[in-house]
């Protein structure tokens, strides 16, 4: 019996022009028929083209074209649309092997040597992240506005960090969670197909699924900043005494204090600190303080980093900067934001964007024993992007190999969150929510006495402002 092979595609959405867009105050609510439409767990795994699959792997060829088509629908605008694709200058490929990720060897057989592919766009635009096998419903993985990404050679910047291991995490349960299912998975689908034999034409009916872009779930980018913790942002920071004479002698502003001064400095609030009235209109007119030509609104934005750092006791270091941030939620309050901290939860975090409030999200990446975790990293989630998965009914001449689309159903089902990761805007972009809800695999680690470096699971939590 021959099988078609139904291609996974992504499709621009038809209406470009309806591309969401808020007012300060609107409200954003989930679409009417989310709730409806949103795919059961049975639903979602069942996956017609990896059940039919004689291989998993995505062929590098079919890879790239994904990720061309995936940033131009993540990440451009609809001016950029219009112009030439990105070209793909180069290509790194994610292994099996490369995660602190523990587990036993037989779950080890079920995987796949090309995990994913990381295609870095020319002229450093960006890059976009490609799960290579498709008992993972979610192709793409993260597509990145600037810059590119070298494999095997650790970021200084460590979201990205999070973020490559996340991944792992993610597409690893995924593919599991898929062969334990599969038998039961096959009987749906047999059970399926045999009601949709039609015997008089020898024909078969059979379902296959490809991802479009929804232009009226989107929220943008809230934030209109992306600052960092190097020159001029630490010009009111602690001198490194060891570098007195140098340009950039000054010591981190660390990640809690760039992430909270950009949510203040969105919120315009407070008003004043430490003895300096803020301008957050001159101080966020551009994206970058080094393009900001007053020397008064850098002094400001140095100055608000400063002060959130001595609010959250900041230990100052020349080449990194740290706090638990004990005093920040009170201190918050004090300033009249309503404050809640929480794990984090796809929902609630829609939620909150939908009504402009942008994230803080946290998490610690050691853990010395159930008490005490430390060394993390802060950052903010400012935006999102909601895909859909349409199903489509295909009738197949068995005899011909010919196949024509029937009928088709849309569900919501993938979710993107954009990504402010506080390091003068390096790697921000979208990616997949998957790859932050990682606190269900925590039984992975059972018993293991070493934990991953950059495993951010430990005190994973959301803080989300209003004000």
Same mark, same amino acid.
Request: net charge negative; charged share 25%.
């Given at each position: 019996m021959r099988l078609i092979d139904l291609k996974m595609r992504w499709v621009l959405f038809v209406s470009l022009s309806a591309l969401y867009s808020c007012e300060k105050n609107e409200v954003v609510e989930l679409p009417h028929n989310a709730e409806s439409e949103e795919l059961s767990e049975?639903?979602?795994?069942?996956?017609?083209k990896a059940l039919y699959s004689q291989h998993h792997t995505m062929g590098i060829d079919e890879a790239s074209e994904l990720a061309v088509d995936a940033a131009r629908l993540l990440l451009d605008?609809?001016?950029?649309?219009?112009?030439?694709?990105?070209?793909?200058?180069?290509?790194?490929?994610?292994r099996k092997g490369e995660?602190?990720?523990?587990?036993?060897?037989?779950?080890?057989?079920?995987?796949?040597?090309t995990m994913a592919y990381v295609f870095n766009f020319a002229d450093s635009a960006g890059y976009a992240v490609i799960c290579a096998d498709d008992r993972?419903?979610?192709?793409?993985?993260?597509?990145?506005?600037?810059?590119?990404?070298?494999?095997?050679?650790?970021?200084?910047n460590p979201g990205i960090n999070i973020f490559l291991d996340n991944a792992q995490v993610f597409m690893k349960r995924s593919i599991? %969670?898929?062969?334990?299912?599969?038998?039961?998975?096959? %009987?749906?689908?047999e059970d399926e197909n045999k009601q949709s034999w039609d015997k008089d034409e020898l024909r078969k009916v059979i379902k296959g699924s490809y991802y479009l872009v929804l232009s009226d779930v989107y929220i943008n980018p809230l934030l209109k900043t992306a600052w960092g913790q190097n020159r001029p942002y630490n010009n009111e920071c602690p001198i490194c005494e060891d570098r007195k004479n140098d340009l950039d002698n000054r010591k981190k502003v660390g990640c809690w204090a760039v992430a909270v001064g950009q949510v203040l400095a969105y919120h315009k609030n407070p008003k004043s600190m430490g003895g300096c009235t803020f301008d957050y209109d001159g101080m966020t007119s551009k994206k970058h303080a080094n393009d900001i030509s007053s020397a008064s609104y850098k002094y400001q934005i140095a100055k608000l980093l400063r002060e959130v750092g001595s609010i959250?006791?900041?230990?100052?270091?020349? %080449?990194h900067s740290g706090t638990d941030a004990e005093n920040l939620i009170p201190w918050l309050r004090k300033k009249g934001y309503d404050v809640l901290a929480t794990r984090y939860n796809w929902r609630t975090v829609y939620k909150q964007l939908g009504l402009h409030h942008p994230i803080l999200m946290h998490g610690k990446r050691s853990q010395h024993n159930i008490f005490y975790a430390e060394n993390g990293h802060t950052w903010v989630i400012d935006g999102c992007k909601c895909t859909k998965t349409q199903y489509e009914t295909y009738r197949v001449d068995l005899d011909e190999?010919?196949?024509?689309?029937t009928s088709s159903v849309t569900k919501y089902i993938d979710y993107y969150l954009h990504i402010n990761w506080g390091w003068n805007g390096d790697n921000n972009g979208y990616f997949a929510e998957g790859c932050f809800d990682i606190m269900k695999y925590d039984s992975l680690d059972e018993g293991s006495a070493q934990l991953n470096d950059y495993n951010y699971k430990y005190e994973q939590e959301i803080i989300i402002l209003a004000d």
């Open positions: 049975s639903e979602s795994t069942l996956n017609y605008n609809d001016e950029m649309r219009s112009s030439q694709p990105r070209e793909i200058s180069n290509v790194y490929i994610m995660s602190g990720l523990r587990l036993g060897t037989s779950e080890e057989t079920l995987l796949p040597d993972v419903g979610c192709p793409v993985l993260a597509c990145v506005e600037n810059g590119s990404l070298e494999l095997g050679v650790e970021s200084d599991l %969670k898929f062969e334990q299912e599969r038998d039961s998975l096959a %009987k749906v689908a959250v006791d900041m230990d100052y270091g020349c %080449k190999g010919t196949y024509e689309i």
